[in-house]
Every structure is written in structure tokens, then in C-alpha cells.
């Protein structure tokens, strides 16, 4: 079932186009990741994903009464407003104290309610986002960068996650991310975007598009190199990752 | 000590604006509003003017022209030309522009020191329950929407993803503030109005964990300006407006200076 469909879209800020002629579609209980280089439009095609860009041209079709968990990049919270992680887990609604502390267990983020979240560090804070995007029991969880500033370990810990909340949801998850490394193992579909869609499909597919190649083949060439590796042998138990320098 | 009825009038009538100003006022400072604040409450001036020479009661012009101005800095900071700029121009040219009006247009001569500073002691029952209406709606509005003005503030990127409409957040809240001069302006002036909205969300902020808990405490702080500035004009035989202003500056400095002792 389709949750969300862009068809065609432009978007423009001024005379530049970020955007065009983007067309998404998204099924409900897949993870997909958009992945790009910086400046390729990918935060703004979550953004008109979740209705706060308008696109110039194309449509945005939803699933009537479809609910979307959106995780920003960044959060900058206004120094003058105190707040705490459990009271900000009640935006828009006041949720349970029972069902707040299952979401900070889920989220990766147990007993954090009590802190100020301007006193989280930004792992704790981002988990604490996804906490309250995931309280409004989504169909759709749209995260832009959640990763960044997350190592490696890190970053496959929080696919982990992101699988779990998906399967006891049933919900379907899009991203942003540019650790190639770990998008590739970890989504159903990857979308690579740089203005518009330069190839689409399963991480194995994309990976063997040339532009794909063409897009990360130079800067990333170890990480390229690593994903390769893993694709080509995936049935192999034991993994003996060259070192890659991009990483 | 009996107070006089004017005492009592001119005491509940600042305890209701310095209320509805302090609730109104944490939004004000969340979102840094401080000079929209100003330019909304330059324009009343020239509502005044206008309400005099049409012949119509002041709190009517004021609320007509304050809220056009409220609106108009809405639309500019929606196509991102809110900036520190423009707001300066809008709020000084229309306390400019007010003045020229006041002293240009036919009507009654029109008594400028009362209206820039406020002039409180002559409030009268009618006066009185429309402070305490404004007030009443102020707050209501605010109750009623607490959540989705909350979340609006916070990001409006989380409110367009939960369905609601961001720019809602900011013309309520612009048309509150034009409300609230509307009504403060014979209490505290026209220029002192932004210090009401200010002082006692900044000076709760350091002893609050919520927004509910600032806006609370702000609301505390701002009664005790409204009635400590009373007893301050009478001690010291000056205006209420700026000894009430000159009570909510004493507090943010003593709550400051507790506060920040307590934490190093």
C-alpha cells in the first residue's frame, strides 16, 4: 500500500532549482534511505515530503489520514525556553507517563524525561526526537540525518533500532543519510538524489548503477570498495573489511 | 489604611494587563519577538489619533490599527523580510508617524503623556472590565491552544509534520499582542508596554524547567510588579506606568542575581 507519493515535484528558492522532477513512492514497512551529496536536496524533499515547502510544480499525494514521526536534522531550541525531555515528549499531545518512558526505552534514550534538552548531548537529543515522533504511532517516520555525528557502531545500532520500531509498528521509514557504508546494508531501497533521482532500487542494484559510480565513485572510493565487497559476498560469514580511507 | 475606589480601579486594573502580559510575554521572548512587541504598540498611537479625530473609542482604533500592524509584520516575516531592519523602521516610523497624526489631524487635542505612558489612575469601571476582558481572552486563547502554539514555537517544521498550520501560531499570536495593547495602553503606556511582555518571562526563565512552569512564574512576577509599581507611585508621587516597569526591573534583578549566586 502507498503512504506517501511524490509525482514530478520542482521546488525552487529563488532562481535556484533545488529540485526537479522528482517522483517518490513509498509502501508501507519499508526502510528507505535518500542519500546524496551535500546540497543535492535532500533535507528539502523531506521537507516538502512533510508539507513545509511547497513544491512549484508537481503533486504530493498521501493516504487519507496518513500520520507522519519527523525527525529534523537540528532542533535549535530558543535559549529563554526550559524544557524538559518529558514534557517535550507531550508536543503536540500529552501522552501517558507510562507510554513516555516506553518511547525513551525504545528510542534509545531510558530516563532521560528528567533532563533539560539543552542539557543532551546530541546522540541523547536526537534520540529523544525520535522518542516523540514515534508516540504519535506514525505510518511514516521521516528522518533527516540521524546518523551524523554517530560512529559506526553507532550508526548500525540506530538501523537496528529504526528495523524494531518499523516491525512493531508497521509503519514504513524514509531517511537521509550519507553514511553510505551503513545505508547500504541496512535499507530496503535506496534513493540517490542530487537535484533529482539519479537511480533507485535495492543498496545491490544502485551500487552497480554508473550513477551511482559517477556520483560517489571518486570521493568515496574506499567506502565504495568496502559496500562492494559486502555485496559481492554476502553469503560469507566472516568479513575481512579493508580499512577504508573515506570512512 | 481605606484605599480610595480609584486605588482599587487603577490596582486590579494592572494586576489584569501585567497577567495577560506576562502569559503573552514567555511567547513574546521564545520567539524573539521583543520589537514586533514595540511596533505593535508604536501603532496604537496612531490609532489613537485616528479613534479621536473619527470620533470612535480609543481602545477600538487602537486594536484596529495595532492589529493591522501586527498582521502586516506577519506577512513580512512570512516572505523573510522580518528582519531586525525592517522591524526597527516599522516601530520607530509608526510612533513617527502616530505623533505627526496626533498633532496634525482635527479632534480633540489629543493628551500625549497619558497615552505614552499610561495614565492609570483614571481608569474607570467600564475601563476596568474591558482590561479584565482583554485579559480573560488573552489567557483563554492561550489555554485553549497551549499545545500547538508550544509546538509551533519549538519548530515549525514539527507542527506542519503533526498536521498543523505554523503561521496559525503567529497571527494568533500577533492579534493577542495588538489585544493586549489595546487594553495595557492606559495602564502602562504605549512605550512601556513591551517592558511587560519582557521583564517577567525573563526574569522567570531561570526558575523554571517547563514552559508551563515559566509561564507561571512569569505571571507571579508580573502581578507583583502590577502591585508593588502601585505602592511605588504613591510612596514616591510617580507615574504608575514607569514605577510599575521600575518594580518588574527591581524583581528581574533580584531573581537574576539569586539565581545565578545559587548556581556558581
Not at chain 1, 507510554?99 to 529523544?128: H, K, Y
Not at chain 1, 524494531?164 to 553510505?180: E, K, M, N, Q, T
Not at chain 2, 498611537?45 to 506577519?74: D, E, N, R, Y
Not at chain 2, 492579534?175 to 512605550?191: E, F, K, P, T
Request: overall charge neutral; some cysteine; glycine content about 12%.
Amino acid at each position: 500500500m502507498t503512504l506517501i507519493a511524490a509525482e514530478g515535484i520542482d521546488l525552487r528558492y529563488g532562481a535556484r532549482r533545488v529540485l526537479h522532477g522528482v517522483s517518490l513512492r513509498i509502501e508501507r514497512g519499508e526502510i528507505v534511505t535518500v542519500v546524496g551529496p551535500n546540497g543535492s536536496g535532500k533535507s528539502s524533499l523531506l521537507r516538502c515530503l512533510i508539507g513545509a515547502e511547497r513544491p512549484s510544480s508537481g503533486r504530493i499525494l498521501r493516504a487519507a489520514g496518513l500520520r507522519l514521526g519527523y525527525v529534523p536534522q537540528k532542533l535549535h531550541i530558543d535559549a529563554t525556553l526550559p524544557i524538559t525531555a518529558r514534557r517535550f515528549l507531550d508536543l503536540p499531545q500529552r501522552v501517558p507517563e507510562a507510554e513516555a518512558a516506553a518511547a525513551l526505552e525504545e528510542a534509545g534514550a531510558p530516563g532521560l524525561g528528567g533532563l533539560q534538552m539543552a542539557a543532551l548531548s546530541g546522540g541523547q537529543f536526537q534520540r529523544v526526537l525520535l522518542a516523540r515522533a514515534i508516540l504519535g504511532r506514525p505510518d511514516l517516520l521521516l528522518l533527516d540525518e540521524p546518523t551524523q555525528g554517530l560512529d559506526q557502531a553507532g550508526t548500525s545500532g540506530f538501523y537496528r533500532r529504526l528495523a524494531a520500531i518499523r516491525d512493531r509498528l508497521g509503519c514504513a521509514v524514509l531517511l537521509v543519510s550519507h553514511d553510505l557504508h551503513v545505508v547500504m546494508s541496512a535499507s530496503d531501497r535506496v534513493v540517490c538524489l542530487n537535484g533529482h533521482v539519479c537511480c533507485e532500487g535495492t543498496p545491490a542494484v544502485v551500487s552497480a548503477a554508473p550513477a551511482w559510480r559517477e556520483l560517489f565513485g571518486t570521493g568515496t572510493a574506499g567506502a565504495l570498495a568496502l559496500y562492494r565487497h559486502e555485496h559481492d559476498h554476502e553469503d560469507h560469514v566472516a568479513h575481512h573489511h579493508p580499512v577504508a580511507g573515506a570512512e | 489604611m481605606i484605599l480610595d475606589a480609584f486605588l482599587w480601579r487603577a490596582g486590579l486594573a494592572g494586576l489584569g494587563v501585567a497577567l495577560a502580559a506576562a502569559l503573552l510575554g514567555c511567547f513574546v521572548v521564545w520567539r524573539r519577538m521583543a520589537y514586533f512587541g514595540d511596533a505593535t504598540a508604536h501603532a496604537a498611537i496612531l490609532g489613537v489619533a485616528l479613534s479621536l479625530a473619527g470620533g470612535v473609542l480609543p481602545p477600538l482604533g487602537i486594536l484596529v490599527v495595532a492589529g493591522l500592524m501586527a498582521v502586516l509584520i506577519t506577512v513580512l516575516a512570512e516572505r523573510g523580510l522580518g528582519t531586525d531592519t525592517i522591524l526597527g523602521v516599522l516601530a520607530h516610523g509608526a510612533l513617527g508617524v502616530g505623533l505627526f497624526a496626533a498633532a496634525v489631524l482635527p479632534g480633540p487635542r489629543v493628551n500625549l503623556e497619558s497615552w505614552l505612558f499610561g495614565d492609570v489612575l483614571t481608569v474607570t469601571w467600564r475601563d476596568l472590565g474591558l482590561i479584565w476582558a482583554g485579559t480573560a481572552v488573552v489567557g483563554l486563547v492561550l489555554w485553549r491552544h497551549w499545545g500547538m502554539l508550544l509546538t509551533a514555537t519549538l519548530s515549525p517544521d514539527l507542527a506542519r509534520a503533526a498536521g498543523m498550520d505554523p503561521r496559525r501560531a503567529t497571527l494568533l499570536l500577533s492579534l493577542l499582542l495588538a489585544a493586549l495593547v489595546a487594553v495595557g495602553i492606559q495602564v502602562v503606556g504605549a512605550l512601556l508596554v513591551t517592558a511587560l511582555l519582557v521583564i517577567p518571562a525573563a526574569s522567570a526563565r531561570g526558575l523554571a524547567r517547563t514552559p508551563e512552569g515559566m509561564a507561571g512564574i512569569a505571571a507571579g512576577i508580573g502581578a507583583l510588579s502590577a502591585v508593588g509599581g502601585l505602592g511605588l507611585a504613591i510612596l514616591a508621587d510617580a507615574g504608575v506606568g514607569p514605577s510599575t516597569v521600575t518594580a518588574a526591573a527591581l524583581l528581574f534583578a533580584i531573581v537574576t542575581a539569586t539565581t545565578r549566586l545559587r548556581g556558581r
